[in-house]
């Protein structure tokens, strides 16, 4: 009888240990998000100035809207900015001319394409 009780309360500890008891709340529940931005960025490769402000301007295909988002870059740090969240601004599809001025003169630009089948995202199976 001894046996068998030692044997039953070594296999309860064996079955029950390394098991959790969920009493602190329900299980995680996850969610996801994405959202398409643009990188725009401008960095001092020489660190020839210590700090600065980067104004960075984007202008849409008719000329008409100027949006315009600023960053602190330090040193030879990359100072980045995302379009359209860091502009304040829903964009839509079309082509986009930025420019990036430091100090009032125009350091960089380039042009940038949204478009519909960009914002295509396809999702994890479940």
């Known amino acids: 009888m001894k046996k068998a ?4 309360m070594i296999l309860t500890f064996s079955l ?15 969610q ?11 960095r001092d490769k ?7 402000d980067a104004v960075f301007k ?7 809207n100027e949006y315009e988002a600023t960053v602190k870059v330090a040193s030879d740090e ?12 829903s964009a839509l599809d079309g082509t986009y001319e930025w ?3 430091v100090g009032g003169i125009q350091v960089s630009s380039g042009t940038f394409t949204l478009s519909d089948d960009q914002r ?6 479940k």
Not at 32 to 42: A, D, P, Y
Not at 58 to 64: A, Q
Not at 120 to 125: R, Y
Request: glycine residues 8%; proline residues 6%.
């Open 5 to 8: 009780f030692i044997f039953l």
């Open 16 to 30: 029950t240990a390394g098991s959790k008891d969920n009493t602190d709340g329900p299980a995680p529940s996850w």
């Open 32 to 42: 996801q998000s994405e959202f398409l931005n643009i990188q725009l960025g401008v």
């Open 46 to 52: 020489n660190a020839s100035m210590e700090n600065y």
């Open 58 to 64: 984007v202008t849409d295909e008719d000329g008409r």
């Open 78 to 89: 990359w100072g980045f900015v995302h379009f359209p969240a860091d502009f304040s601004v």
């Open 99 to 101: 420019k990036c001025f």
């Open 120 to 125: 295509t995202i396809t999702l994890p199976k």
